[in-house]
């Protein structure tokens, strides 16, 4: 079974960051793969955070540009998302997303806690 695995989520203060980190499995991880980081907070739809393209490029929703940044490790099939200037609004479970060969995985989620 392909399991998707984040980790680095936690509590921080606004204006923190925080790295998360996605593992994927060798076999599925391709540059043909659609790859993205997604957010859900409770009573509203997922919403893409930011995500690879098929042709290479990032995109981002409005409210991440120019604080986060996805980015990926073809070495250790690892994919990340740098969360710098952090808002509570960004609190959220955050879940990486894999689209390859017609078929949709997802890890558990991450949870990310931003207060005071």
């Known amino acids: 079974q392909v399991q998707l695995v984040e980790s680095g989520g936690g509590l921080v203060h606004p204006g923190g960051s925080l790295r998360l980190s996605c593992a994927i499995p060798q076999s599925i991880f391709s540059r043909h793969a659609l790859m993205g980081w997604y957010r859900q907070t409770p009573g509203k739809d997922n919403e893409l955070v930011a995500s690879?393209?098929?042709?290479?490029?990032?995109t981002y929703a409005d409210s991440a540009k120019g604080r986060f940044t996805i980015s990926r490790d073809t070495l250790t099939n690892t994919m990340y998302l740098q969360m710098n200037n952090l808002k509570p609004e960004d609190t959220a479970v955050y879940y990486c997303n894999v689209q390859y060969q017609g078929q949709i995985y997802w890890g558990l989620g991450t949870q990310v806690t931003v207060s005071s």
């Open positions: 690879f393209t098929s042709g290479g490029g990032t």
